[in-house]
């Protein structure tokens, strides 16, 4: 069955549509996906402009996008969902609704969760402000959720393409050489752990504020007097899991694609992507991020053209 909407722009790899992602998914063939990496509205105890369901709602608001998510993404395909924490209505206790989210992602649509990511944005506001400014009975609230779901347990990964730079200690490490010992923990350190590999074992943890400034959808959102999107996804979040779990050529789709920092990203990386967005001045305004970069904006002429 066809796309019906006509994307907002094309680029060289990707498309941007103003759409229902739910409706749009389901569109969409089967197995036809690699990744789908994406940070749905939070359930948040107060109303955003950008729209979010409430906590007591969200799993079942959110589980038929993860119904049709797992049938378009391939068996070798993952599901990256980036959620945050929220705090319960008037309370200084946490809301569980990210627990139960991943729960039914699993339980109820049948993903497996491959890795948990924790995301710490050291630039992160206090809040909410009667418990941690006001009231001192609680402390900054850094770190958001990101759950990495597949199909398969062996779909495709390769965490040499997202290797980081060598500490200090492991240079000297390297250039020095070790010998064989055991730790007091009982683990075996052979002369091979000192072998230049290109770089050390990410962890599960990624650092990166996102307070970007001096971005072109910054700049050119401030030149056309538009309100910048209030919840902008971090460069890096999306740029570590395409490098990590897609090559170029490969397909990665935001459903929630809101100013389109994946696209954006994707189109650096050179994978065929789609960005789907249901407000109209957010999906239209996301075409910043690409004017007066390296990419060409195409404005599509009736035609389309998608990577399935």
Known sequence: MPIQSKPIYNTKFGSFFCADSLDFMRQMPDNSVDLIVTSPPYALHFKKEYGNADQREYVQWFLPFAKEIKRIIKPTGSFVLNLGGAWQPGSPVRSLYHYRMLLALIDDTGF????????????KMPAPAEWVNVRRIRVKDSVEYIFWLVKDPMANADNRKVLQPYSKDMERLIKRGIKQTVRPSGHMIKDTFAAD?????????????NNESNSAYVKNCKLAGKKIHPARFPAELPRFFIEFLTSPGDLVLDPFAGSNTTGYVAEELKREWIGIELRENYAEESRLRFEGAPTEIIVPQGQQTLPF
């Open 112 to 123: 497996d969760l491959a890795q948990e990511f924790f995301w710490y944005n050291p630039a």
């Open 197 to 209: 590999r290109g770089g050390s074992i990410p962890s599960n943890m990624i650092q990166c504020g």
